[in-house]
């Protein structure tokens, strides 16, 4: 393999065929357009299919569709598109099919709705948030495995950014643990009657009279613990002796971390923390990191979404304020002011100097 100078979205694209990705449907809004622009020119050629369906609710039907077999797929869209996809979102999740969903969003205002989603019934979606376009390509890789791994849907967090900033990447398939066999799949090897395969979201078990619900949502609700405990990944920096502790995701962080390593170079004691799954939200890791700071400085390109995890993390222990803001073009791409180190900084400088605060 060789390195090679390639836009976010056309490598997020190779690192999903990559991956076994055999099967993507959406619909063009525009950062994610782009993303569906190379699944399109890319996949035929890998024996795969790309559908640029009539909506979103048609995509991740297809993209249900095709899961529901076994194949890898995927869909995805922007926020907008996203809400038109919720209650199917919600019913795979309780169908337990391995989803991958594709977020490409116009700024980070979509932190609730990646989080929280606004499906019906208890249900929870890996959300994975990479920093750049060489962490991209993993975490594509590393969602496609997840979703196997725990037969839940995942999704990747991106912005216009990162679907349009060009880095010299590789993509290479990851090393990683083998997965279970697909025995659940409905994929035509078994007749129609003796022995089938189901997959529904209230528990009904072929050949079984009446259905359970309660026992099947509550086995559903042990998996998303076991997830909670296990899958929570994040990065920190420098915060061993930090008086203020900066907390930021995607895109942002990027830009977090520069300002941190280059105040840390002056001497000035600020420390970095990034969680990289949304959910999962790295709690423990955060308020370890938190320990002993004066404060906890949240950037975030939104009206504050994230912060509300951040402080029910840090339970008080130390003021928690937000330095970021809503800040866009006028096209809403999120691609605003605040994207600057210079103003970042001043902002992480503020922070130092303030004492106190709301908790």
């Not at 063009?28 to 024996?47: N, S, V, Y």
């Not at 995942?154 to 083998?178: F, K, N, R, S």
């Not at 008086?243 to 280059?262: K, N």
């Not at 799954?277 to 390109?301: C, I, K, M, N, Y």
């Amino acid at each position: 393999m060789t390195r090679r100078l390639m836009e976010g979205s056309e490598a997020m694209a190779e690192a999903a065929i990559a991956a076994g990705c055999r099967f993507f449907a959406g619909y063009p809004m525009t950062p994610f357009t782009e993303l569906l622009e190379h699944f399109a020119a890319k996949l035929p050629d890998e024996g795969g299919t790309c559908v640029n369906a009539e909506s979103e609710l048609e995509a991740v039907g297809m993209a249900w569709g095709a899961c529901a077999t076994g194949f890898r797929a995927a869909t995805g869209s922007t926020g907008q598109g996203l809400s038109l996809m919720q209650e199917s979102l919600s019913e795979m999740t309780r169908a337990e099919l391995p989803l991958v969903v594709f977020n490409m969003s116009r700024g980070q205002s979509d932190y609730f709705q990646a989080t929280r989603g606004g499906g019906h019934g208890d249900y929870r979606h890996l959300v994975l948030a990479p920093i750049d376009v060489t962490e991209a390509i993993e975490h594509v890789q590393t969602a496609f495995h997840l979703a196997e791994k725990w037969r839940n849907p995942v999704l990747i967090y991106g912005d216009y950014l990162l679907a349009h900033t060009a880095e010299a990447v590789e993509v290479a398939p990851l090393e990683l643990d083998q997965l279970p066999e697909t025995d659940w799949a409905v994929d035509g090897t078994r007749s129609g009657t003796g022995n089938p395969r189901n997959v529904n979201s209230i528990g009904m078990i072929p050949g079984i009279k009446g259905i359970d619900p309660e026992t099947f949502w509550k086995r559903l609700q042990a998996k998303h613990d076991a997830i909670a405990e296990s899958e929570a990944r994040f990065e920190s920096e420098s915060t061993e002796d930090a008086e203020v502790l900066v907390v930021a995701f995607g895109s942002m962080a990027r830009f977090a971390r520069h300002v941190v390593r280059e105040l840390r170079g002056e001497g000035i004691r600020v420390g970095y923390f990034r969680p990289v799954t949304l959910w999962p939200f790295p709690s423990d890791a955060l308020r370890a990191a938190a320990e002993g700071v004066q404060r906890v400085a949240v950037l975030e390109q939104n009206a504050g979404q994230m912060i509300d995890d951040v402080r029910l993390s840090v339970l008080g222990a130390a003021p928690v304020s937000a330095i970021g803001g809503i800040s866009s073009d006028e096209a809403g791409f999120g691609v605003g002011p605040l994207l600057d180190v210079d103003r970042i900084r001043g902002r992480v400088e503020a922070a130092l100097e303030t004492g106190g605060g709301e908790r």
